[in-house]
């Protein structure tokens, strides 16, 4: 063998090794995530046998029991009880805390990384008070009970206008939060068809607002979304390789490629 045969040989392994380590990803990532009622699930969430790089950091589902996974938004930990497939990148969470115990030993307000998520205008605000007296102006329905340490005490909700008429009485209790919840069953609860407990524990919406317009453009040139490894950029993994923005389509160059928005589709 001479040193161009060599040469050519050797040259054509790596292409075939790189190629076919990246075909690895491309058909990795168009695995999606499913848990429990949540399926079928894409960039850029993660978790669960799809690795970070099909994703995007801040978006792993953490799978347990096969319930409604877990995600973690600057450090609060939400159950995620919905994840919109239908062009709307949108998820309904809850805080994990409140839905499991109305009266949580200590009550946070929810805050969320804004680079990443901002609240759909779909919600909207309850005020809760923990720990006050017996208030009688505030009608009885918007009364809880609370066991505490310190024994039983009452807690309330309200929305933000009633919560500005009853302030002055609501300057005993100890502790007050804001939690988003979701309109509809906002409805619900003050037309007396569903319980506080029951609206909170449907949650409230989300957007999540990371690459979605390039990785609408990676997927319709059949491509598969992901992210570098240490970079955490947008990646678009193709059938060759992984190129910054779409797949080269034959007879196309990526540039002209037209970015159409259409729904969510698992390329
Ligand atoms: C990607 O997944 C979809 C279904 O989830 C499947 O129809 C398609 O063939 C997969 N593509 C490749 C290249 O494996
Ligand atoms: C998510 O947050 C919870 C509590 O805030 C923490 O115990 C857990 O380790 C976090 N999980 C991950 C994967 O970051
Ligand atoms: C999840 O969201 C979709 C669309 O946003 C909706 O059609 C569906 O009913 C929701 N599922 C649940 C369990 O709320
Ligand atoms: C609810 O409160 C949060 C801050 O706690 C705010 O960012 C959000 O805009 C409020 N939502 C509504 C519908 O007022
Ligand atoms: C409140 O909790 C204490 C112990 O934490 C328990 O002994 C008591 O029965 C509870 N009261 C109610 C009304 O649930
Ligand atoms: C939650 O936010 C409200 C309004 O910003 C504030 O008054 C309250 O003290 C906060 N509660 C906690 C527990 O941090
Ligand atoms: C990312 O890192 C993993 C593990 O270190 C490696 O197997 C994989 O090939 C890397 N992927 C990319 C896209 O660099
Ligand atoms: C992009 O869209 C325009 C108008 O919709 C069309 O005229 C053009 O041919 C398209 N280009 C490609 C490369 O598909």
Redesign the pocket.
């Known amino acids: 063998m001479d040193a161009n045969t060599f040469f050519f040989f050797f040259s054509a392994s790596i292409i075939f090794i790189a190629y076919s380590h990246e075909n690895d990803h491309f058909l990795e990532c168009n695995g999606t995530f499913n848990c429990g009622t949540i399926q079928g699930i894409g960039y850029p969430f993660w978790g669960s046998g799809r690795p970070l790089y099909c994703g995007h950091r801040g978006f792993e589902l953490i799978c347990q029991e096969n319930q409604s996974p877990f995600i973690n938004i600057s450090s609060q930990r939400f159950r995620v009880l919905n994840i919109s497939r239908t062009g709307t990148e949108m998820m309904t969470i809850a805080p994990v805390d409140i839905w499991e115990d109305p009266c949580p030993q200590h ?3 929810v805050s969320l990384d804004h680079s990443l998520f901002d609240f759909a205008a779909t919600n909207q605000n309850l ?1 809760l008070f923990y720990d006050c007296p017996l208030e009688d102006d505030i009608p009885s329905q918007n009364r809880f009970m609370c066991n505490t340490s310190n024994g039983d005490s009452y807690a309330y909700y309200l929305d933000e206008s009633s919560s500005r008429i009853h302030r002055s009485e609501l300057e005993d209790c100890s ?4 939690l988003p919840v979701n309109q509809r069953e906002l409805d619900e609860l003050w037309s007396g068809k569903e319980k506080i407990v029951d609206a909170w524990n449907k949650g409230f919406d989300v957007i999540y607002v990371k690459d979605m317009i390039p990785c609408m453009a990676c997927r319709s040139s059949g491509g598969v979304c992901g992210s570098h490894n240490t970079s955490f950029e947008f990646i678009c993994f193709c059938f060759d390789q992984p190129y910054s923005k779409s797949c080269l389509v034959p007879g196309m160059s990526a540039s002209s490629l037209n970015i159409s928005i259409h729904p969510f589709r698992e390329a």
């Open positions: 009550p946070y307000n005020t502790t007050a939060i804001i």
